[in-house]
């Protein structure tokens, strides 16, 4: 018989790791409000955020048909599709793909189909276009 999933509905949770040490953050994803981004059909969840880095960890949702804006990522930047496809220039990626970009580096991810996307970036993003 298998032991019902115990639900978590706390936002954040931190715990001590120990004398000096970070605390340990443990985010029930589901409890996060999806915020809306500059780009229509794209919805984001803050994850993480480090103020005095800038590095952040966050879900991105595509709707159907959406696109996010050109940026550039001067430290880089690395994703894992969770669901659907995302396409990046000219390469679509579906759910377990890994992809790292390089600093400096710059594109504009879109679906045709939706997806949702984990991404962490050492440092914000630069936006290159507007906002659609």
Do not use: N
Not at 5 to 29: A, F, K, N, V, W
Not at 48 to 73: I, K, N, Q, T, W
Not at 108 to 126: D, H, K, L, Y
Request: with cysteine; aromatic share 10%; hydrophobic share 30%.
């Amino acid at each position: 018989m298998t032991e019902p999933r115990q639900e978590h509905r706390l936002e954040y949770r931190q715990e001590p790791s120990g004398e000096g040490r970070q605390e340990s953050l443990r985010i029930d994803t589901e409890a996060l409000p999806w915020r809306s981004s500059p780009y229509a059909g794209v919805e984001w969840k803050k994850l993480r955020f480090d103020a005095a880095s800038g590095e952040a960890a966050v879900l991105l949702r595509f709707a159907p048909g959406s696109r996010y804006g050109a940026h550039r990522h001067p430290e880089g930047e690395q994703y894992l599709v969770l669901e659907g496809t995302l396409q990046d220039g000219a390469d679509s990626w579906g759910p377990g793909a890994y992809v790292y970009h390089p600093p400096g580096s710059v594109h504009a991810p879109s679906s045709e189909s939706g997806c949702i996307v984990f991404v962490t970036v050492p440092q914000p993003i630069e936006i290159v276009d507007g906002g659609s």
